[in-house]
């Protein structure tokens, strides 16, 4: 399989509509609190949002909603893989991605069998806290090393300027967040990005 290598992250439909219609070819839809009923709303609008523009989209977490709305993306984090129904996802048909910050997250995530590994933090990040120190583009490196041929996505603190490093050292895709939404100007971000990531494309 193979992955755009602009990931784009965020919380909401409302970003989708701003920014797909960019370009945008991958997309994470992660919203971490909202009660069931809106976050449902959430991903319908974001899934007809994608399938109008040729993005796709991946839900975070919430994968029995994913399954319930006929996404077929799904990331989930070390603590949600713990508890999601790993059969049944593969059943609906979904395709998966999963996060790892250290060896052992990235053994667990293997004997998964993902579609694609996500390695983070590469740099430090204001995302969220984290216990892992940033991983540095040598662990990119082991990681690519480890998973291959299995499609690696950095993630952690990227913006246009550190591309060509993420890549050279062998992810597949670039993960951004903050670098974008919290931009003075996230479509002109947005576009930066998408013309940056075309020779990897």
Sequence with gaps: MKLDPFYLIVDS????ERLVPLGVRLVQLRIKDMDEGRLRAEIREAKALCARHNCQLIVNDHWRLAIEERCDF?????????????????????????STHDHDELETAMAARPDYVALGPVYPTILK?????????????????AVAPVPLVAIGGLNPERLDGVFEAGADSAAVVTDITLNPDPEARTREWIKKTGQWR
């Design 129 to 145: 806290k984290m216990k892992w120190a940033p991983q540095g583009l040598d662990r990119v490196r082991a990681w690519k090393d």
């Design 13 to 16: 439909a409302a970003w989708i």
């Design 74 to 98: 799904v990331h989930l984090g070390q603590e949600d893989m713990q508890t999601a129904n790993l059969p049944e996802i593969r059943a609906a048909g979904i395709r998966l991605g999963l």
